[in-house]
Nanobody
Framework: QVHLQESGPGLVKPSQTLSLTCTVSGDSITSTYSAWSWIRQSPGKGLEWIGLITSDGTTYYSPSLKSRTSISRDTAKNQFSLQLAAVTPEDTAVYYC????????WGQGTQVTVSA
């Protein structure tokens, strides 16, 4: 059974960097052809794909967030991380980490609020 768990601060101040980590168990983030993503859902809005990192460490980002987003990984800890820079209140959302390929496992999500 694959399990993903998000962790990180629940409150971030405007203009700061949001940092979240996803800890994976039951699979390796370096498993061949696997891909691991971040998705968010803002209040009253649909799901928004942020980006992903593949088993070989290649990253892909949403064009709308690319300039502020970085996804990295720690293979020794079987973790991957999200950094979103220069946040505003519009970045307030529930953030999910997922195994996008092979589908479909999700973490429970973590609420991040951007507020002074």
């Amino acid at each position: 059974q694959v399990h993903l768990q998000e962790s990180g601060p629940g409150l971030v101040k405007p203009s700061q960097t949001l940092s979240l980590t996803c800890t994976v168990s039951g699979d390796s983030i370096t498993s061949t052809y696997s891909a691991w993503s971040w998705i968010r859902q803002s209040p009253g809005k649909g799901l928004e794909w942020i980006g992903l990192i593949t088993s070989d460490g290649t990253t892909y980002y949403s064009p709308s967030l690319k300039s502020r987003t970085s996804i990295s990984r720690d293979t020794a800890k079987n973790q991957f991380s999200l950094q979103l820079a220069a946040v505003t209140p519009e970045d307030t959302a529930v953030y999910y980490c997922t195994r996008e390929a092979p589908p479909d496992y999700w973490g429970q999500g973590t609420q991040v609020t951007v507020s002074a």
